[in-house]
């Protein structure tokens, strides 16, 4: 089964300070994503990586950075966190292929104070 | 851009019964992938079931299955004989098939299923 791990479920830190998000998966899959999931709003795409070092911007990366040294592990960095990055974050992973689901880590509650 | 559609944002059932979760998507797309994925309280995202648009026949995975239109955009997802750990969030996702096998979620419906 596929492993997608992320480093801690909860986490609370405070306005200002930079925050990393880790993401590590064992299934040798070249495709890693990060999103955000609100109430009412579903998951929300922050940024995705088709392969090492490489990224693209989701569709709400405003306030965020990714890091992908090795395949894998994708960071999510918040530069200067904000109370309205308060939320859960999901990691997911999958294989390149059309149509291949997504594999997803068990979350972090992020609670910027 | 795709759009998907969850208009039940609460529902609950009875043990045993049957219920069924509406999910609408909005694409221009002919070939494309749609999903519907399960977070229950303790929050891991799993796969439910998996539907190929090009497949006319009806994704089934044990108590689940899935009622595809394609005319209609329209996905939905039916559990029959409800347990309780059917309790937890739905969700409905679209995967363009050339999209990098990114996904675009539904807002979700909350399942409770009743002793």
């Known amino acids: 089964d596929v492993k997608v791990t992320q480093s801690s479920r909860y986490l609370v830190k405070r306005t200002g300070e930079k925050v990393f998000l880790e993401c590590v998966q064992d299934m040798d899959h070249e495709n890693m994503f990060w999103y955000r999931q609100d109430p009412g709003l579903g998951l929300r795409l922050i940024y995705f990586s088709y392969d090492v070092k490489m990224k693209e911007k989701g569709d709400i990366p405003e306030g965020y950075s990714v890091s992908r040294e090795k395949k894998e592990r994708f960071s999510l960095i918040l530069e200067s966190a904000s109370t309205n990055q308060t939320s859960m974050y999901l990691c997911a992973s999958s294989s390149p292929h059309p149509g291949q689901p997504q594999h997803f880590g068990d979350g972090t509650r992020l609670s910027i104070l | 851009a795709q759009t998907v559609t969850q208009s039940q944002p609460e529902m609950s059932v009875q043990e045993a019964e049957t219920v069924t979760l509406s999910c609408t998507y909005d694409?221009?797309?002919?070939?494309?992938?749609l999903f519907w994925y399960k977070q229950p309280p303790s929050r891991q995202m799993i796969l439910v079931i998996r539907q190929e648009a090009y497949k006319q026949q009806n994704a089934t995975e044990n108590r689940f299955s899935v009622n595809f239109q394609k005319a209609a955009k329209s996905f939905s997802l039916k559990i029959s004989d409800s347990q309780l750990g059917d309790t937890a969030m739905y969700f409905c996702a679209f995967m363009g098939y050339n999209a990098g096998n990114m996904l675009t979620f539904g807002g979700g419906t909350r399942l409770m299923v009743k002793p």
């Open positions: 694409t221009s797309e002919n070939n494309y992938y």
